[in-house]
């Protein structure tokens, strides 16, 4: 989609994944920065690039876990205006589930536990282990969360249809690896 061309005509270095899936992408990202955190946002042009400085200010507030939530009550899921929701009422169960099996002790419940737009510190990074392949790295991700019992925030963002394409996450395939996952791990 002209992406990398961009990025390398802007100077920005850009690091060619090796290894197929989902997770490996996060894996490979996470062996190649060097700063103090990390955002991870796929350009579709789903959420304006502009909320990236409230990810930023949490990342810097101490958050561990950062992520852009389509579910917050002053946040807009894509699905909101059709009657039938049914990516977004499967992330609200999935959050419920994930809090119900992993969180322990206070701190708040993650409504969001999809939205690969997020932020990570780097000490959360560096005990993360994620599956080499998959497409549960989100969902690990918050397991992490809850089981290291991490500084989290989430950051209110509107989320609209896609500008191109379609997701590359069918919904039956992507929602049993989930399940399993949440189930199994």
């Not at 917050?72 to 205006?81: K, R």
């Not at 536990?113 to 991700?141: I, K, N, W």
């Not at 395939?173 to 791990?185: D, I």
């Amino acid at each position: 989609d002209g992406t990398i061309e961009y990025l390398e005509q802007a100077g920005i270095p850009v690091v060619r994944q090796q290894r197929r899936s989902y997770n490996a992408a996060y894996i490979e990202a996470i062996e190649h920065y060097h700063g103090d955190g990390i955002v991870f946002y796929h350009p579709k042009g789903t959420i304006d690039e502009a909320s990236l400085p409230l990810i930023v200010a949490e990342l810097e507030r101490g958050a561990d876990l950062v992520i852009a939530s389509r579910m917050l009550a002053n946040s807009t899921n894509e699905e909101d205006d059709r009657l039938i929701r049914h990516r977004k009422w499967f992330g609200v169960f999935l959050a419920l589930a994930a809090s119900a099996r992993w969180k322990r002790g206070g701190g708040p419940r993650i409504s969001d536990p999809l939205h690969g737009y997020r932020g990570c510190s780097r000490s959360f990074t560096q005990d993360l282990r994620l599956r080499p392949t998959g497409v549960t790295a989100d969902l690990e991700m918050v397991h992490h969360a809850y089981a290291t019992r991490a500084r989290v925030s989430e950051v209110p963002v509107d989320e609209s249809e896609r500008e191109v394409g379609g997701t590359h996450f069918p919904t039956f395939k992507t929602g049993r690896a989930l399940l399993v996952y949440l189930l199994l791990p």
